[in-house]
Each structure stands twice: as C-alpha cells, then as structure tokens.
C-alpha cells in the first residue's frame, strides 16, 4: 500500500513485532490490523436526520448507547461521546466514506474528518486475552458487563486507548496512537508471557 505520493505505507510498528509464531495452545494471541481507515464522525443522534443518513452511508446506524459498538460487514461504529463516533474501514476506504457521509449528511450539522495516520490497530485474541487486559486497564471486563458488542476508551499500560470486543473468545480490537503503538505491543508481549504468546502476521495491506 503507497500514499498519494507513491512512497510505501510504513505501520508504527514495523520492525517492532517481530517474527510470526508460537505454541498452538498459547494464551493470547496478537496482530497488527495496520492501514486501516479511521474517521471521527460528528453529529446529533437524537436528529433523525442525523442518525438515518449517516447509518445509510455508514451501512450502520452510529450507536445511542454509551461504550457501544455496531458493526456493518468490514466496518466498525465506535462510540466515543455523546456525539463523537470512531468509524473503521478496511484501508484505502476512509476518503470514499468521508465523501458519502458528506454527501448523505449536506443539510445537517455534522463533521466527518479522516484520522488514518493518526493511531493504529492491534488485535488481542484468545483464552487469556481478557486476563492480560485486566493487568493494565481499569476497566471492568468481566464478560457479565463486558463481551461483543461493547466499547470504551480507557488507559491500557498508561497508554490511551479505545478498544472494543469484537467475540467471544474473547477478542479485542485496541487503538493506539501511532506514538504509543510500540511501547503497548512490547507491554502486551510482556503481560502475556505466562500465559505463552502467538504472534501472527499482520494483516495484508491491500495493492496501491
């Protein structure tokens, strides 16, 4: 994947993952999802006008309920405020969905900006994937208040992050600023050591 310049798209963590692998059993698993689109969506969803258009073009109405999410086929709809939303695409596709919005939402008082630079995805996955996070987060994540379909933004490891629970497995989507992405992945290695470690490859960047 290049930018609008030609030049190859670089994660902040390359060269800080390291090599794929690990037991088959182990604890936790981990995955960079990296170049994945980013938008902060802005609006009013108590106006219907609001929340009808934008679930049109979003193929996902952006949740009411505080630390929610939805999800529309590869897309995910983030809750971070009371009119402030997280909108994840695969990569490349921010700019086109920034222009449906824009289009979707003409009339009514909203802000779509792009963010994809701005931070990073990892995936933490597997059968102690909930015990690490509650090493480094405030958060309660029992699965009795916390499974799918949940949201929020807290401090992982001192780091800010917004993260959401994407199954059962449990599995966690966690954003970081680009800034702070080496420092959590080398966290995430260290608090799920006992527990044993896989590493699998980051997700493909998809052709220029």
């Not at 290049?2 to 059993?25: E, H, K, N």
């Not at 969506?41 to 609001?50: H, T, Y």
């Not at 990569?91 to 963010?115: D, F, K, N, S, Y």
């Not at 800010?160 to 989507?173: K, N």
Request: charged fraction near 20%.
């Amino acid at each position: 994947m290049a930018d609008a310049t030609g030049v190859p798209a670089r994660s902040p963590l390359d060269g800080a993952i390291g090599p794929a692998g690990g037991p088959a059993d182990a604890g936790i698993v981990l995955r960079e999802r990296p170049h994945l689109g980013k938008l902060v969506l802005r609006g009013d969803i108590a106006d219907a006008g609001f929340a009808d258009a934008a679930g049109r073009a979003i193929g996902a109405a952006p949740p009411a309920a505080p630390n929610a999410w939805t999800a529309a086929g590869d897309r995910a709809v983030v809750w971070l405020g009371p009119d402030e939303w997280l909108v994840v695409v695969p990569p490349g596709g921010e700019e086109a969905l920034a222009a449906a919005l824009e289009e979707a939402l003409a009339g009514v008082r909203h802000a779509a900006t792009v963010m994809s630079d701005n931070a990073t995805v990892v995936r933490l996955s597997g059968p102690r994937a909930r015990a690490v996070m509650a090493k480094g987060c405030a958060i309660d994540l029992h699965p009795r208040v916390f499974g799918p379909g949940s949201a929020a933004q807290s401090r992982l490891a001192k780091a800010t992050v917004a993260f959401w629970q994407v199954d059962d497995t449990p599995a966690y989507d966690i954003l970081v600023r680009a800034s702070f992405a080496a420092y959590l992945w080398e966290w995430l290695l260290d608090a799920g050591r006992e527990y044993g470690v896989r590493i699998e490859a980051p997700d493909p960047a998809p052709g220029p």
